[in-house]
Nanobody, 124 residues
Framework: QVQLVESGGGLVQAGGSLRLSCAAS????????MGWFRQAPGKEREFVAA????????YYADSVKGRFTISRDNARNTVFLQMNSLKFEDTAVYYC?????????????????WGQGTQVTVSS
C-alpha cells in the first residue's frame, strides 16, 4: 500500500501559476503509475494528467493541455503538477492518485490509492 500527500494548493489570480506536489510513501514508488484528478463543487471528479512509472509517457486532459505539466522524481518519491496560465474554471480540489502499472490511464477507477486533496482557487 502507498500513502499519498498533496501540497502546493492555494489562491492565485487568473493567469498565474501553481506547482502541486504529491509525496508518496510506503512502497516502491517506481511500481506505480501516477495521476492527477480534480473535483469542482457540484461536479464529478475529472482526469487532469497521468504519468508512467518511468516518466517517459504522459497524458493530459484537453482542458489543460499546453498549460499543465506532470513530472515525477523517483529519487524523491514525488510527482508534480506544474500549472500555468490558470483559469477560473481550474478551481477545484486536486487529488493525486496511484496504481500499480506501467501505462498512463485516465479512468479514476483504475487508481487504487488516493491522497486527501489540495484546494486550488483561481480568482477571476
Amino acid at each position: 500500500q502507498v500513502q499519498l500527500v498533496e501540497s502546493g494548493g492555494g489562491l492565485v489570480q487568473a493567469g498565474g501559476s501553481l506547482r502541486l506536489s504529491c509525496a508518496a510513501s510506503g512502497r516502491t514508488f517506481t511500481n506505480y503509475a501516477m495521476g492527477w484528478f480534480r473535483q469542482a463543487p457540484g461536479k464529478e471528479r475529472e482526469f487532469v494528467a497521468a504519468i508512467s512509472w518511468s516518466g517517459s509517457s504522459k497524458y493530459y486532459a484537453d482542458s489543460v493541455k499546453g498549460r499543465f505539466t506532470i513530472s515525477r522524481d523517483n529519487a524523491r518519491n514525488t510527482v508534480f503538477l506544474q500549472m500555468n496560465s490558470l483559469k477560473f474554471e481550474d478551481t477545484a480540489v486536486y487529488y493525486c492518485a496511484a496504481y500499480i502499472g506501467t501505462g498512463v490511464v485516465s479512468t479514476s477507477r483504475t487508481y487504487a490509492y488516493w491522497g486527501q486533496g489540495t484546494q486550488v482557487t483561481v480568482s477571476s
